[in-house]
């Protein structure tokens, strides 16, 4: 009667030794993955980041823009735009602007020019404004 019953209703599971090796064989093979994928996983947020930061700088070089476009167009003063700029009475607010009077192809002595860095995180963007 116990050889028919198992034929009918054949045992199912694992056994306690099958679970204790997979598990073992999951756990390594979760440690090699963590190795080679870990700075990855952790990092994975960094281009995410830098790409909202850049453009948070794209839209303040935007509004500056504008106000330069403004400018060339005769509805703005140089001096306006300098204050919009970040700099006023020749002093430029470190953290955006700054008057050049450098040597090279942008620079001309008889105008002015404004080159104004916005800078998030390890991202800098530089724009030149030349007085017309």
Not at 41 to 59: C, F, H, M, Y
Not at 67 to 87: P, V
Not at 125 to 131: A, E
Request: aromatic share 8%; glycine share 4%.
């Amino acid at each position: 009667m116990k050889k028919l019953i198992k034929t009918i209703y054949p045992e199912k599971g694992f056994t306690l030794l099958e679970i204790i090796v997979t598990v073992t064989i999951a756990a390594i093979m979760a440690s090699i993955l963590m190795s080679f994928m870990g700075a990855s996983i952790v990092k994975s947020a960094d281009p995410i980041n830098e790409t909202r930061n850049l453009g948070a700088s794209i839209q303040t070089i935007e509004t500056r823009t504008a106000a330069y476009e403004e400018y060339l167009n005769g509805k703005r003063t140089w001096t306006s735009f300098k204050s919009i700029a970040g700099c006023v009475d020749n002093e430029c607010n470190a953290d955006c602007c700054e008057l050049t009077s450098e040597d090279g192809d942008l620079y001309n002595s008889k105008f002015e020019t404004l080159r104004i860095t916005v800078t998030s995180n390890n991202q800098k963007l530089n724009v030149y404004f030349t007085q017309h």
